[in-house]
């Protein structure tokens, strides 16, 4: 946008000939992201989507993470890191006091996130499926999910997860998590009313294929309402609970 166009559009808000929400948009429209030369930030998705772009820390420079964090942070107030170890949450830790490292997870979280409201469950079949599960709970809490944590529920037990039926009834979505054959969501998703997002991990024997297996579990499924995302996604499963979550929480006004 030149300098005469953005002189007229602001001459036109004089004017009252244009809203202020249509001139927010606009603005929030042009450029929309930081150049830091190894990455281009980008500033401008909170506007899209609600939730600000999330950094993923694997193969990224100490200078890297702080700088791209900080451009997340002075926009939106916080950030979220996916995939980091103890190393970068030191690392992050001296420039953002106000950090926190869900170390099962492997997530930092800067900041504080969204105000928390509608309930996600995250269900796992197992324990060892757990480090997957709490990327998906603490992506949801951070964009502003309540968050039930019911674990090893799986199918080889499956009265323990009867034993949860009246928690699990009430939540807005829910996400299932499970390795071995991955026959979690299945069943979830057959005995609620809800949407289901499965998320298959690589847990599991050597037939499991490092995730291979359950995932085509998932996505063969003969149970409507189930969505699938990656193995080992738990940020993508929390990061769509969300979404949905608010839409749901939004056509309830």
Do not use: W
């Not at 927010?24 to 609600?50: C, I, M, P, W, Y």
């Not at 700088?67 to 949450?89: D, M, R």
């Amino acid at each position: 946008m030149t300098r005469k166009e953005l002189l007229d559009l602001l001459e036109l808000f004089r004017k009252n000939e244009i809203e202020p929400a249509r001139l927010a948009d606009l603005l929030s429209e042009e450029q929309g992201f930081t150049d830091l030369g190894h990455a281009k930030v980008d500033t401008s998705r909170t506007n899209r989507t609600g939730f600000p772009e999330v950094v993923y820390c694997r193969n990224k420079t100490s200078e890297e993470l702080v700088q791209i964090t900080g451009e997340l942070y002075k926009k939106s107030g916080y950030a979220l890191l996916t995939k980091a170890n103890s190393e970068q949450y030191h690392t992050v830790q001296k420039h953002f006091s106000d950090s926190v490292f869900h170390e099962r997870a492997g997530v930092i979280v800067v900041g504080k996130g969204l105000e928390q409201r509608g309930l996600v469950s995250v269900l796992t079949g197992g324990t060892s499926d757990i480090p997957v599960a709490e990327e998906a709970a603490v992506t949801a809490e951070v964009f502003g999910c309540v968050v039930q944590r019911i674990f090893d529920v799986g199918v080889a037990g499956i009265h323990r997860l009867f034993s949860q039926r009246d928690q699990i009834g009430r939540s807005n979505v829910i996400v299932a998590v499970a390795g071995m054959e991955g026959a979690l969501p299945s069943v979830v998703s057959g005995l609620f009313p809800i949407p289901v997002i499965g998320v298959p991990t690589s847990v599991g024997y050597g037939a499991n294929f490092d995730g291979m297996t359950p995932l085509l579990t998932m996505l063969n499924s003969c149970a409507p309402g189930i969505s699938v995302v990656n193995i080992d996604n738990g940020f993508g499963a929390g990061y769509l609970a969300s979404l949905i979550n608010r839409k749901i929480l939004d056509a309830s006004l």
